[in-house]
Structure formats: C-alpha cells, structure tokens
C-alpha cells in the first residue's frame, strides 16, 4: 500500500510489514531536494545531480526510516544475472558499490541492501527463520536471465533458506499497460501470453508477473505485487519510459535491525 512520511511517498508489503526489527520500503520521487527532471528525491543519477542533493536526499530517507545512512549498500547495476553476498561485518557501501551485479544478498543486521530502479522491477525478499535478506533490480534482461530464481537459489545454497519460508515482495515497476517491446523480448522473457498482451499488432509486457511467476516456479509463495506502473504514475515515481529517458532513480531497501 501507499504510505507518506516526511514527505517520502513509498510503498510499503503487506507481506514485510510487521517483521519484528525489519525496515523495508519501495521509495517514490518526493521529499527529496533535487530539482529539475530529477525532481526530488533522486538517489541515482549520480552525473547530473550535485553531491550534496544526493547526500541530503539520503538523510531524509535515513531519518524517516530511522536506518543509517552511511550503510545503505547498492551495487554497479548493469542487467545481468550477477549476485553480491554481503557476509562480512567489515565491508563497506564503497567496497560493494563497483561491483556490477544486479542483487545483494546478506543475513548481516543492522545494514541496508538496495537497488535503484527507473521502470525495472524491485524485489525485496526476506527468509525470516535465517534473518537472510536480498534486493533483486530485474529489467527484462534480468528477467530473461532469471536474476530473481538465481537469487532464490542462491538464498538456498549459502544460507540454507527454504523457498516455502521466503517472503518475497514485487515494487512499482512499469506494467503491461505501458510496456511496448519487440517480438524479440517477449520471446526472451518468455512467459508468452501468461505475462505479455498483444494489442493492436504490438506487444506489451508484464515485467512484474514474468518474476511473480518466476518466484512461484521456485516454490515461493508468500508474494505481493504492487500493481502499481512507474510510467502511468510519474506523479509519485520516476520512469525512464513515462519520462522518455529524462528521470531519475529511486531506492528500495531493506534492512533488520539488530
């Protein structure tokens, strides 16, 4: 659902809500400082926005979601199919942020694993029996490499996670409903029909179902998905495709406390 505080418009699962020491949000564009088309809560965009927007627009995620600032760890996002794991006390968001990957995964408390997002599907996920957490970006090209089972089974081989225990939710990403693509992605992607539509000889498709059923096919159940479009509602979040390239990028985290 929709939330608002401090001005920071998010959306908060129903399925993460609730988790005792867990923080988690799928941040939208406002409460933020940066002006222009990175209006303004952008933590992206790093070549067209100043330092010190980027590091405002930071402590007011910070103190909104009473997480620390100085360890919100994102990664080099690149759409591939690459994972980080955190598993190391001593390492820094500087250490991980060069590494080009496209999910996180950690069972460190006290920390915030993230990924930013313009359109692309976010995935959040949480094995509460292990305390294991994991931030997945997933265009179609993640998705058509399958970021989001790899995470999963990753999760699995390292820290003994059991898909039936995984929490897994799906944030505002753009929909079926804007997602004009080629023949060639749907194909990619597959899923043809159950999570692309044909309109009009076009087709269109549905980032956020393709990992939902992505998710299912690993045995995870417990899902939510937001149904919210990033291009259709660019009021509240940031869309490469609504805003033709010219936007900015928004953070969804998770972190458990410790």
């Keep these: ?9 998010y959306y908060s699962s129903p399925k993460l809500e609730g988790v005792p020491g867990l923080v988690h949000a799928f941040l939208g564009r406002t409460g933020g400082v940066s002006s222009g088309h ?21 402590k007011r ?46 069972d460190i408390k006290g920390i915030s694993i993230g990924i930013l997002t313009a359109d692309c599907v976010p995935v959040l996920f949480l094995d509460s029996r ?8 997933a265009g179609w090209k ?23 225990e995984i929490r897994a939710a799906i944030g505002p990403a753009i929909g ?25 000889g076009k087709w269109y498709l549905d980032l956020p179902r393709a990992n939902l059923l992505q998710l299912q096919e690993m045995g995870i159940a417990d899902i939510d998905v937001s149904g919210i479009c990033t291009s259709c509602r660019t009021d509240l979040f940031f869309s490469h495709r609504g805003e033709k390239g010219k936007t900015g990028r928004q953070l969804s985290f998770i972190s458990l406390g410790v």
């Excluded at 292990?130 to 970006?137: D, F, P, R």
């Excluded at 804007?178 to 597959?190: I, R």
């Design 1 to 9: 659902m929709l939330k608002t505080i401090q001005g920071i418009t």
């Design 38 to 58: 990175l209006a303004s809560l952008n933590l992206g965009r790093r070549e067209e926005d100043r330092d010190e927007n980027l590091t405002e627009n930071k």
């Design 61 to 106: 995620v910070a103190k909104a979601f009473g997480t620390d600032g100085d360890k919100i760890f994102t990664v080099s996002q690149v759409h591939s199919d690459r994972v980080v794991i955190i598993d190391s006390t001593d390492t820094t968001p500087e250490d991980v942020k060069p590494f080009e990957a496209d999910a996180i995964i950690t």
């Design 130 to 137: 292990n305390k294991v957490m994991a931030a997945v970006h």
């Design 142 to 164: 993640g998705t058509a490499s399958k970021i989001a089972s790899k995470t999963v089974k990753m999760m699995v081989e390292r820290f003994e996670s059991r898909p039936q």
């Design 176 to 200: 079926a409903c804007c997602y004009e693509v080629g023949q060639e992605v749907v194909d990619a992607v597959g899923y043809r029909g159950n999570a692309s539509v044909q309109r009009e």
